[in-house]
């Protein structure tokens, strides 16, 4: 069973960078697809974007596209999302998620980690 930790969140200024990294422990399947989602209070936990863990272009968000980027350290077992120009409705909870099939959808997604705040001052 793969467990997963993000780490990385804080509070910056609009404009500003952060770097989230998810840290999975055990082996994911070979076709495994690592996604990110976000949640602000009040509201259902959104899509971010996602990449299949063995190879394949990521898919984003177009809320997101062009300024975030998820990626993967293969060897290190690490995910992460680097974030630039944020906007404060970028703010929300960041969770990191694992599906078994290439799909946005949060019902596609079977292990989550606890999530890690990202605030955006205006």
């Known amino acids: 069973q793969v467990q997963l930790v993000e780490s990385g969140g804080g509070s910056v200024q609009a404009g500003g960078s952060l770097r989230l990294s998810c840290a999975a422990s055990?082996?994911?399947?070979?076709?495994?697809?690592y996604g990110w989602f976000r949640q602000t209070p009040g509201k259902e936990r959104e899509f971010v974007a996602l990449?299949?863990?063995?190879?394949?272009?990521?898919f984003y968000a177009d809320s997101v596209k062009g300024r975030f980027t998820i990626s993967r350290d293969n060897p290190k077992n690490i995910l992460y999302l680097q974030m630039n120009s944020l906007k404060p409705e970028d703010t929300g909870v960041y969770y990191c998620?694992?599906?078994?099939?290439?799909?946005?959808?949060?019902?596609?997604?079977?292990?989550w980690g606890q999530g890690t705040q990202v605030t955006v001052a205006s």
């Open positions: 055990g082996r994911a399947s070979s076709k495994a697809v």
């Open positions: 990449i299949r863990w063995h190879g394949g272009s990521p």
């Open positions: 998620a694992i599906a078994s099939e290439y799909e946005r959808a949060e019902r596609a997604y079977h292990t």
